[in-house]
């Protein structure tokens, strides 16, 4: 489980500089068509980020999975009608960006409202004094968050993570979580906050700009405070259509959230699905007042989301013992980052409480994963407190295999010692297991950064390594006597071919040449690349065989934390992925023409997934490919999901897809 030290700021990346679209399973770059306007997909498109100084400048974010045309949009502010506006481009690519400069100029206590060139209102956003300078912007995810006026620097044409403050005001944690437009015409709104929020004189409007704004209070029923967790239901004095939208302002007239749908999208209701925190999709159930369904079809209402997608599965009750864990060490996503470009669904791939142990009875703590290169149909996995689970599919989920061990089996230390804090795991080229471990559970105040070799054949329902390596000296920074500090070590590793690393010119930092294995010759057909959660970075070691190992120095990913790494053979690219520390993220690195391993692109996760303490990524081989996907597993080290009552509270495993 990361902590939260502070840390060396994370690296600003060009997302023009990060495409990795065009990738074929050589790791060659190709052309790619441009992807194909929808003219439709209107309600992806959200205001993004403010500025009512300089050049007014506007950025716009598409957060669906389709480029959409803003050729011929207008623009209008609360004295001039609309306007035509000259946008950096024409079209929004999904996950995208588009900036211009207001043509009228916008004031310090202003509204700014977007429009197709057909005059629909697309999203609007009110500001009082001064609250767009130097600039306001979405923080908490890209045209998702919350509206933040204490903007550090701005970012137009990129993620606003790197100008937000680290924390969301409480008001801001206020969503609107479900609107439906048959009936009474409701609206829910939902606290995520940990402190209740004064609604009294909060107001809503829909799309029709010439409605004034409606307060909460007056309305029925009448409320004054949503209370944390808690929820609030009125009924619109407005009344809402097919083709609408719900706008709430705070008492100085700040935006606080929005909703846009299209036809059909709020019948029955339209609903964030995760609730509180995820895209808003069409219901087959209203559910006023209490925990979304989340059961009908994507698509839907946006403005709050990132793209359509659904959370599947999950289910069944929390097992005495089982204690979910909720997730620490929030921070901020990387300059640059792109959205998700596999399948926007997600299916929860566990059983409930599926990794309960003797030394881990609550359950928790599942972190590395790997899929086995010679056999694609196994997923090992790591658990924190010294256990390894080779798990197969059954029925759509992950299942320990009952012919290797239905409970798993119990790691120690060289010599059958110690509980080895398991947290990163890799297939080396022998088929051997390659775990990672931060400290000695038994010792947990002591960091024992150590890299482990098992057999997976050895039977028996406990496994000793067949070598060890202990790297502890050379991180004397996390020998503090603090628990948090020795917990700062080794968080996943990943076995990278020699095959890779001299195809693609990799220069040896001990020679500064080229890299030839021969120059080492009992390390194996690989090096491994393992992350220190502490500062972000990839620590390069050759095992030997006799025990020895080399270090061949760090790599920087321009992330803040590792919590896994692996080698992807169908990207050809070395992926160090990070949990809510660094946004939920995946940073795929090349080898570039200076023979260096740079960071090439970076992806948030599936827009439906929780923001937790996610350390465990997977990547299916290219050989299971169907349809051009594959499968991507995820692990959460504390099984909290979306918290108690949500489908995924008590699951480790989440499985999506990813492009070949």
């Known amino acids: 489980m990361p902590t939260s030290p ?68 207008k623009m209008s502010d609360d004295s001039f009608s609309p306007q035509s506006f000259s946008p950096s ?19 310090d206590s202003d509204k700014l409202v977007i429009y197709t060139s057909g005059g629909t209102v697309v999203d609007r956003v009110d500001w009082a004094t001064d609250k767009a300078k130097p600039a306001m ?13 204490a903007i550090s620097t701005t970012t137009f044409g990129a993620a606003n993570a790197s100008g937000c403050p680290s924390s969301v005001p409480a008001a801001g944690r206020v969503r609107i979580n479900e609107v439906s437009s048959t009936g009474s015409d409701t609206v829910e709104l939902y606290n995520g906050g940990t402190g209740a929020v004064s609604l009294g004189s909060w107001k809503y409007s829909d799309n029709d700009t010439s409605h004034s704004f409606v307060s909460v209070s007056s309305s029925s029923p009448s409320a004054t405070t949503i209370p944390a967790g808690g929820y609030v239901t009125f009924d619109s004095s407005t009344g809402l259509g097919d083709n609408d939208s719900v706008f709430l302002v705070d008492g100085s007239g700040n935006t606080v959230d929005s909703v846009t749908w299209t036809t059909g999208g709020a019948k029955p209701s339209a609903e964030r699905c995760a ?22 079809s994507t698509g839907g209402g946006t403005g709050g989301g990132t793209g ?26 990387p300059t640059g980052t792109l959205a998700w470009p596999g399948g926007a669904d997600v299916t929860i791939a566990d059983n409930v409480c599926a990794f309960t142990t003797s030394t881990g009875p609550e359950g928790r703590d599942v972190s590395g994963l790997a899929f086995d290169p010679a056999n694609p149909s196994v997923l090992w996995a790591a658990k924190n407190k010294n256990w390894l689970y080779k798990l197969v599919k059954s029925g759509g989920k992950w299942i320990p295999d009952a012919s290797w061990s239905a409970t798993g089996k119990q790691i120690r230390f060289s010599g059958g010692s110690g509980e080895p804090d398991s947290e990163g795991l890799t297939i080396g080229g022998n088929g051997h297991l ?18 482990l070799e098992f057999d997976p054949a050895s039977t028996g329902s406990t496994l000793t390594p067949v070598h060890q390596w202990d790297m502890t000296a050379q991180f004397p920074q996390l020998d503090t006597g603090d628990k948090d500090d020795a917990n700062l070590g080794f968080e996943g590793v990943g076995h990278v071919p020699d095959t890779w690393l001299t195809a693609n010119g990799w220069v040896d930092p001990l020679t500064h040449a080229a890299y030839d294995p021969t120059d080492y010759p009992t390390h194996g057909s690989g090096l491994f690349f393992a992350g220190l959660e502490y500062d972000g970075s990839l620590r390069v070691y050759g095992l030997n065989s006799d025990g020895t190992f ?62 937790g303490n996610l350390e465990g990524f997977a990547l299916a081989p290219a050989s299971t490919c169907v349809d051009g996907l594959r ?30």
């Open 631 to 660: 499968e991507a597993v995820w692990s959460d080290d504390g099984v909290y999901g979306f918290g108690s009552g949500s489908s995924s509270y008590g699951h480790a495993l989440y499985s999506g897809t990813f492009r070949c």
């Open 434 to 451: 390659y775990v990672t471990s931060e400290r000695d559970n038994t010792k947990n105040t002591e960091p024992k950064d150590t890299i």
């Open 308 to 333: 359509t997608g659904e959370l599947l599965g999950g289910g069944g009750s929390l097992t005495s013992g089982c204690t979910p864990e909720s997730a620490s060490g929030t921070g901020s996503t």
């Open 550 to 611: 080399t270090t061949f120095g760090a790599i920087t990913t321009g992330k803040a934390s590792v919590m896994d790494v692996t080698f992807d053979a169908g990207t050809q690219r070395l992926v160090a992925t990070c949990d809510n520390t660094c946004g939920e993220t995946h940073t795929f690195m090349k080898i570039n023409a200076d023979g260096a391993i740079v960071p090439d692109v970076t992806y948030t996760n599936p827009a439906v997934m929780p923001a």
């Open 6 to 73: 502070t840390r060396a700021g994370v690296a600003s990346l060009s997302a023009a500089a990060l495409s990795l679209s065009g990738l074929l399973v050589t790791g060659v770059l190709t052309a790619q068509p441009a992807a194909a306007a929808d003219p439709a997909g209107y309600q992806n498109v959200r205001i993004n980020e403010v500025t009512s100084s300089n050049n007014d400048t506007v950025e716009l974010h598409n957060t669906g999975s389709t480029a959409v045309s803003v050729s011929g949009w």
């Open 137 to 149: 912007a979405r923080c908490g995810g890209d045209g998702t968050g919350a509206w933040v006026t």
């Open 275 to 296: 609730n509180g925190t995820g895209p808003f999709r069409t219901a087959t159930t209203a559910t006023p007042g209490a925990v979304n369904s989340c059961s009908g």
């Open 89 to 107: 481009a024409g079209t929004i690519p999904a996950g995208g960006f588009v900036t211009f400069d207001s043509p009228k100029g916008l004031g």
